[in-house]
C-alpha cells in the first residue's frame, strides 16, 4: 500500500502515542513482575538488574497490543473530534482511508511479534528462570540465617538449625513430611553440622551430613533417603522446573518442531515395537519373553507422549494468538475511537479493552487449556481472535461506514 501525505501523517501520530503508551505500561508491567519475584526468592540488587532485560520481552504479547489499542483510540477519536473525518468524506473519500494505515501498522507489528515469539520471548523465559532458580541457594541460607528455620509446603524436609557459619549448618534437624500429609513428620534426622549443594543440572539437592542420627516414626521405607548416614538428595520443589528441563514456554519455535516430531515417533513406533515382540513371543509360545512391564509402560506412555504433542501445538497456535492479536486490537480500536469522536478518548480505550478483558483472554486461555488436554482441536485457541473480527468486522465498523 502507498501512503500519501494523510496516511504518513495518520501513522506518525499512532507511533507517537503507541511509543509513549508502551513505555510507560511496560515499565509498570516489568516493575511490578520484579518487585514480586524480587519479594518471592529474596534477590538482590545485582540479580534484579540481571532480570529486567529478560523479563521486558516477555511482557511484549501483553503490552504492545495494549499500547496499540490505546494508542489507534486516541488518535482516532482525536481525529474525529476535530471533523477531520468529515473532511475527507467531503473530498469525496472514505473513512477507510484514514483506518487503513492503522491496519497495515497493526500487520506489521502483528508479525514483528510473531518472530519475536518464535525464538526471543522463549529465550528470554528460560533465561528469566536460570537468573531466578540460580539465586534460590542464596535465598535458603539468608531465610536459614535470618529465621533459623525453612518451612516450606514444597519442601519435602522441614529444616531447623541452631545457627549458619557460611554454608555450614549447625545442629540442623531435617523433619521429612509424610506423603499425602505435610504436617506430619515420620523421620527426623539430626545432625551436628550438614550442607546442602542446590545441583540445577540434575534437579537435586545434596545434603551432606556429619555426626547423624535418625529416628523414624513410620514406615522404614523412609530410610532409604540415607546413605550410611552421611547424607540423602531429593528434588529440589517445583517438580524439577528447576532444572535446566526447559517447559513448553520455554522452547523455541524449532524446538517445539523438533520435540513434536519426537514425541510422534515415540507413539507410532515404541507401542508397535512392544505389541510385534509380544505377539511373536505368544505366537511362538515363549509366554515367559513377553515383558508385559514394558508392555504396560509403553501403552501407558502413549498417553503422555501425545499430552506433549498437544502442549507442543497448542504453544505455537497460543503464541501466533496472542501476537495476532495486534492487529486485531487495531481493528477494533480505530472504529471505536471514530465512533467516540464527542466524547473522551478514555471511553473509547475502556470501551474497547472490557470486551477484550472478558471475552478475548479468558477464551484464549480456555481454549489453550482445553486443547492442551487434548479436549478440543488446538486451532480453537484463536477463538479469541476470531470473535474481535466479528464485533471489528460487524458492530464496529457499519457506524464509521455511514459515518
Known sequence: MKFGILQRYVVGEIIRSFAMALM??????????????????????????RL?????????????????????SLVYGRIASDNEIIAIKSAGL??????????????????????????VIPKSNYYTTKIIFNNLEDYFYKTLKKEREVNMGGWPFLIKVKDVEGRIMQKAVFKHRKPGSPNTFDMVVHAERA??????????????????????GGSKA?????????????????????????????LTWAELDAEYVANQKLMSEERLKQAVAAAMNLGSGRFYRVNWREVQDAYLKYDYWEMRCNQFVTEQYMRV??????????????????IFARRDFLSAFITCFIPILIIYY??????????????????????????????????????????
Open 24 to 49: 510507560t505500561i511496560t515499565t509498570i508491567f516489568v516493575l511490578f513482575m520484579v518487585m514480586q519475584e524480587a519479594a518471592r526468592k529474596g534477590l538482590a540488587p545485582l540479580d534484579i538488574a
Open 52 to 72: 529486567i532485560p529478560y523479563i521486558i520481552p516477555m511482557t511484549l504479547v501483553y503490552t504492545v497490543p495494549v499500547s496499540l489499542l490505546f494508542a489507534v
Open 94 to 119: 472514505s473513512a477507510i482511508t484514514v483506518i487503513k494505515p492503522a491496519w497495515t501498522l497493526g500487520l506489521v507489528i502483528a508479525a514483528t511479534l510473531l518472530y519475536v515469539s518464535m525464538d
Open 195 to 216: 550442607t546442602l549443594d542446590f545441583n540445577f543440572d540434575t534437579g537435586k539437592v545434596l545434603v551432606t551430613l556429619e555426626d547423624a542420627t535418625v529416628r523414624e
Open 222 to 250: 523412609n530410610v532409604i533417603l540415607l546413605d550410611g548416614n552421611k547424607g540423602f538428595e531429593f528434588p529440589i520443589p517445583g517438580n524439577g522446573s528447576m532444572s535446566n528441563e526447559k517447559k513448553v514456554q520455554e
Open 321 to 338: 494468538a496472542l501476537a495476532s492479536g495486534s492487529f486485531f486490537f487495531v481493528a477494533l480500536g480505530a472504529p471505536v475511537g471514530i
Open 362 to 403: 479468558p477464551l484464549t486461555i480456555l481454549g489453550m487449556n482445553m486443547s492442551k488436554e487434548g479436549i478440543i482441536d488446538p486451532s480453537f485457541v484463536l477463538i479469541g481472535n476470531a470473535v474481535l473480527a466479528f464485533l471489528a468486522g460487524f458492530v464496529a465498523m457499519p457506524p464509521v461506514w455511514r459515518h
